[in-house]
């Protein structure tokens, strides 16, 4: 069975950091996407960063201020956030696609599993 774990998430002032990390187990994605997206409430979900390989894709609201990263024999995907701004509050996913697929890594249907989120609230 395929589980993705958040861990990292919490409350932090304006202009702090916050370390988001994503723990699979039940199989490997090393040769896979992985990547974070976020639900503030009353929104839609929205694309954060993806890492596939060494190659790494960032939402326009978070370009500069946050970087994706990932520990294959860990099989675990980090998201460092510097720089929060209150608008970052929502809960974040972890995702990670389970197959091949022409999908682009930005949209939530190019994968298969998610994680059950973890809030990350930025005090203004």
């Known amino acids: 069975q395929v589980q993705l774990v958040e861990s990292g998430g919490g409350l932090v002032q304006a202009g702090g950091s916050l370390r988001l990390s994503c723990a699979a187990s039940?199989?490997?994605?090393?040769?896979?996407?992985m990547g974070w997206f976020r639900q503030a409430p009353g929104k839609e979900r929205e694309f954060v960063a993806a890492?596939?390989?060494?190659?790494?894709i960032y939402g326009d609201s978070v370009k500069g201020r946050f970087t994706i990263s990932r520990d294959n024999a860990k099989n675990t995907v980090f998201l460092q956030m510097n720089s929060l701004k209150a608008e970052d509050t929502a809960v974040y996913y972890c995702a990670a696609q389970g197959h091949v697929t022409m999908s682009p890594m930005f949209v939530a249907s190019a994968y298969d599993y998610w994680g059950q989120g973890t809030q990350v609230t930025v005090s203004s």
């Open positions: 890492i596939k390989w060494s190659a790494d």
């Open positions: 039940g199989r490997t994605f090393s040769a896979y996407a």
